[in-house]
Structure formats: C-alpha cells, structure tokens
C-alpha cells in the first residue's frame, strides 16, 4: 500500500507562517506529506499537529514557519473520523494491513436487535482504552510499533480517552471474504490446508468523534470483542480536527498546481496558509489588549489575571481547543491592538502567564 512520495513543485518564496490545511491520501506516511510540504512550502521548517496512519486519508494540519510552535497547543484537538469496521475477523495490526489471525464470520443475523447498539453505546462516553500495540507510544524509549516487528510481545496500559460520538451511518453491510484455510481460523473448520474458504463478514460504516489520542484501531478491535467475533479496522478519513474540516484542506496535487502558477507571477508569494492571527481566533479565545499589555507580553511579562475576564469566545462559540502543553488549563490568545497576535496565556495564580510569545520585542 506504501507509495512514493508524489513528486510536487518547488515554491518559489517561502510560505508565509501560518498553518496549511492538507488532505493526505492513502499510502503516505505523516512525515511523508511533511517532506513533501517543505518543497512545496520553500522551508524546512514544516511540522504537523497529529498523525495519520498510511492507510488513513483526511485532514492533516501542518504548520508552517512560526507556526511549528503553535502545533503543540493544536495537537489536543478534539477529532472526527469516518471509519469503516468489519466484524468477523482479527489481524495483527488491528487493521486492514496485517495478517488475519482469527476469522471467526460474522453475519447480520447474529447482530440480534439492540446488541450492536448496545455495544456502541459501551464504548461512547469517558473510557478506559488499551491503544493498539502498532502504535507511536514509546515503551522504555522504542517506539510500540518497532518492538511488534522484532518480535517482541508489547502490552500498553490502558488511558483514559472521550468518545463523544460513535454512530452507524448506514445499514451493516454482509460481505464475503476469500482467505486461504490456514488463515480463516475458526471459520475454516475442517478445510484441508491450502483450501480457501469464504467467510462471511459485516461490514459497518461508523462516524467517531473523539478526543486526542483516541485509536479507532482500539474502537474497532473493542467493539469486535463485545460482540464475540472479532474485528479490524478496513477505512479511515480524518474529516475533522477542532475547528478545522477536511472540505477546507487542499491534496497535493492542489499545492502544486498552486506552487506552479504563482511561481509564474511576477511577485511569488509562495504556497498560502491560513494566518496565524485567523488560527488563534478560531482555536482559542480572544484577549484584546492594550498598547502597555500587548508591550509588556513581547518581553515575556505576565499580566494580571483578571485581564482574562475581558476575553471573548472563539470564532462561531466554538469550544476551545484543550492543549496537551497546559492540560486542564485555560488557554487564551492575546491581540494587539492592530490585530498582530502577540502571544498564548494560560492562568497561574495570580497572573496570567505567555506560555508562548509569537510577537516578541
């Protein structure tokens, strides 16, 4: 499933700071499009604020110059997916790259009135979740996902995650699936070795919306074992992060057609991103400052804390994003009076503190 990295323009100008919404396609690794996006973009300064698999596909938010800083506070956003769960068989990696080891069947028969709902409804709410052992989380400094391919059994403690929604879209679909017989497992009984059998599986389209951190792997493989046969993961679209939607993101493709006609003009500008000044207003809420506020945090001073009762809500009364930098903090953006974002403030004590300073002096 892995491809090459497509090949993109070059930018003429660096892009200016700000954050580029993407919709990464299937077979490209996160850092893939981060590698791509430096060509695009004239810069090596590219990261991005949350991880797609290679099979995902969906809304991948980089930034771009000063905006690598800002990820951080990004990367707690909550996220939606469109996903597609087929019940009825188990691989290694929990989804629809690894092997099958286990193909118990499944059939929309056995889903017996309000026993797939119930189950749903078991994982939806706060959890206790066990990510998947092909992960990024590191064990004793290796990432999980390396020790699996040496070999090594890996089993992560289980984390507490928010499933805020987890929805059928559609009628379960039933589907057959050809597997040679020493692969279908339970669902082979009896078929001499070598001989494929066909196992019947059920296919459902699930939206989940999430908070950070949240595997949907894990979801589809929980899921599977409350209904006692087993599941994986076949398809993932990210089409959500916090404020952001995968409608407002640009394929690569896109980018270098964009690339290619302004590098044409007469005065490139380079790739457009989405200001940091538009991010802050959308993601947190909104401190106006003084000309003496705006001049004092530049220099890194704190303000005093009750300058936050003058913020206001983000764009559209969105809920504002949670940071993984100041988990369980407030986190408020401060303006100059000409607009320009000065910095992040987050509450301590008495004081309101720059966790971050985008405006220095």
Do not use: W
Request: proline residues 5%; hydrophobic residues 40%; glycine residues 10%.
């Amino acid at each position: 499933m892995r491809r090459r990295r497509p090949d993109v323009a070059r930018g003429a100008a660096t892009a200016a700071d700000g954050v580029l919404l993407v919709d990464k396609p299937r077979g490209l690794t996160s850092h893939d499009v981060v590698g791509v996006t430096r060509r695009l973009a004239a810069t090596r300064k590219v990261g991005h604020a949350g991880t797609l698999d290679p099979m995902a596909t969906g809304l991948l938010v980089l930034g771009i110059g000063r905006a690598t800083r800002f990820l951080t506070y990004l990367v707690g956003a909550d996220k939606t997916y469109e996903s597609t769960i087929r019940l009825g068989m188990e691989t290694t990696t929990e989804d629809a790259e690894g092997q099958v080891v286990a193909a118990r069947g499944c059939r929309i028969d056995d889903l017996i009135e309000g026993r797939l709902r119930e189950a749903l409804a078991s994982l939806t709410g706060r959890i206790q979740q066990v990510p998947s052992a092909i992960s990024a989380i590191k064990v004793n400094g290796v990432r999980a996902y390396k020790r699996v391919r040496d070999g090594q059994d890996v089993e992560l403690e289980a984390r507490p995650v928010t499933i805020h929604e987890l929805r059928l879209t559609g009628e379960p679909r039933q589907a057959g699936v050809d597997l040679p017989g020493a692969a279908a497992g339970d669902a082979s009984a009896g078929a001499e070795d070598g001989v494929g059998v066909e196992v019947q599986v059920v296919d459902l389209e699930v939206v989940v919306s999430c908070s950070s951190g949240t595997y949907v792997r894990a979801l589809a493989r929980d899921l599977g074992r409350t209904l006692g046969c087993g599941a994986h993961l076949i398809a993932l679209r990210r089409t959500g992060v916090g404020p952001f939607d995968v409608g407002q993101a640009h394929t690569l493709t896109a980018l270098s057609e964009q690339v290619e006609t302004d590098a044409a003009t007469p005065d490139p500008r380079g790739v457009t991103t989405v200001p940091l000044e538009e991010v802050a207003r959308r993601c947190f809420e909104r401190l106006d400052l003084t000309e003496a506020e705006a001049r004092g945090l530049r220099f890194g001073q704190p303000l005093d804390v009750a300058a936050l009762e003058r913020a206001q809500s983000p764009v559209g009364n969105a809920v504002p994003v949670a940071s993984k930098e100041a988990p369980g903090q407030r986190v408020v953006a401060g303006f100059a009076p000409d607009g320009r974002l000065v910095a992040l403030l987050t509450p301590r004590g008495s004081r309101a503190r720059p966790v971050l300073v985008l405006d220095p002096a």
